[in-house]
């Protein structure tokens, strides 16, 4: 298995053809087609499934294209930290945001970020942790700032502790059932929730089967995106469950309404998210750093918005 060989793999997923991959790595048509047929050769399996329309993968072809973007991955990083090294700071650094930090520190530690490492192409990604996960798992994605699901795997998961927030299953203000006092009260109504692929079972359990409620899963809907949980809540009368803080903060302050019930919810543990084994680049590290100073100051900070936030939040570092 060599390098080439794995780019050539890599690159024809990205582009969804073979002659795609040969105008991104500037290679012949014939070159890129050698590779990959090596690649096969070499590991005794099939890995792709050629067809007029373009290409695909077999299962044993989607798992080496996992670890392929891994390894290209990990070499960014290390050419990153050698060009540091040599005294020129370059690179990429992809960082998934959950909304609440988007909308409370995040602009604050991008640009004190920037005032540290100028040179870096950072790229931030709004997303809610369902959405993150995957794109941690190849590596295509730093690290996030956010919280792993119920059943997450800790195997193949990290995370440094950064803050522990609470959180409120909420309605639109104004909602019909804005009075209730227990879950039980909320299974005849639709609800709007973000979680990862193989996490429904874990959050209904958690949300109301341990409460001793069942809820009918088909009234669940499945959010990828704040926006559209929002859209949902707001326009479509749908309950939610989030962080607490989403009530204090603009756009969401005095639009939604978290809910006083009977049955409570542990404090959920915001932190740095990684994939386990990964090492973090100096660029990840400077920004961590950053958002923590950031963190800090706001927690010490005697505003009456910042007070505001911390009557839902306990800092952990």
């Given amino acids: 298995m060599k390098l080439h060989q794995l780019e050539a793999l890599v690159a024809s997923a990205e582009a969804g053809s073979i002659r795609g991959a040969a105008r991104t790595l500037g290679l012949s048509q014939a070159a890129v087609t050698r590779a990959l047929r090596e690649l096969e050769e070499s590991e005794r399996l099939p890995l792709l499934i050629r067809a007029p329309e373009?290409?695909?993968?077999?299962?044993?072809?989607?798992?080496?294209?996992?670890?392929?973007?891994?390894?290209?991955?990990?070499?960014?990083?290390?050419?990153?930290?050698l060009e540091r090294l040599?005294?020129?700071?370059?690179?990429?650094?992809?960082?998934?945001?959950t909304p609440w930090i988007t909308l409370t520190f995040l602009a604050e530690a991008v640009r004190l970020f920037r005032t540290r490492m100028p040179d870096i192409?950072?790229?931030?990604?709004?997303?809610?942790m369902a959405v993150a996960q995957p794109l941690l798992r190849d590596g295509s994605m730093d690290f996030a700032v956010g919280q792993l699901h119920p059943g997450a795997s800790?195997?193949?998961?990290?995370?440094?502790?950064?803050?522990?927030?609470?959180?409120?299953?909420m309605v639109r203000d104004g909602h019909r059932k804005a009075r209730a006092r227990s879950i039980h009260e909320l299974l005849d109504e639709d609800w709007v929730l973000n979680f990862a692929t193989d996490g429904q079972s874990d959050l209904v359990d958690y949300l109301f089967t341990r409460h001793g409620a069942q809820l009918d899963e088909r009234r669940i809907v499945r959010a990828q995106s704040v926006a559209t949980l929002q859209t949902m809540v707001e326009k479509a009368d749908m309950c939610t469950w989030c962080p607490t803080i989403l009530s204090r903060v603009p756009p969401f302050g005095g639009r939604l309404r978290p809910l006083t019930l009977r049955e409570t919810f542990e404090p959920r543990q915001l932190g740095i998210v990684t994939r386990r084994n990964s090492?973090?680049?100096?660029?990840?590290?400077?920004?961590?750093?950053?958002?923590?100073?950031?963190i800090r100051r706001h927690a010490r900070s005697a505003r009456k918005e910042d007070l505001a936030l911390f009557e839902t939040l306990e800092l952990l570092v």
């Fill in 121 to 128: 192409r950072l790229e931030l990604f709004e997303g809610l």
């Fill in 279 to 294: 090492t973090l680049s100096s660029a990840a590290i400077t920004f961590v750093q950053c958002l923590f100073d950031v």
């Fill in 86 to 97: 040599r005294g020129r700071v370059e690179g990429r650094l992809m960082i998934g945001v």
């Fill in 154 to 169: 800790v195997q193949e998961f990290a995370c440094e502790p950064v803050l522990n927030y609470e959180s409120s299953v």
């Fill in 54 to 81: 373009g290409i695909t993968f077999t299962e044993h072809g989607k798992v080496l294209l996992m670890h392929a973007r891994l390894v290209l991955n990990q070499l960014d990083h290390a050419h990153s930290d």
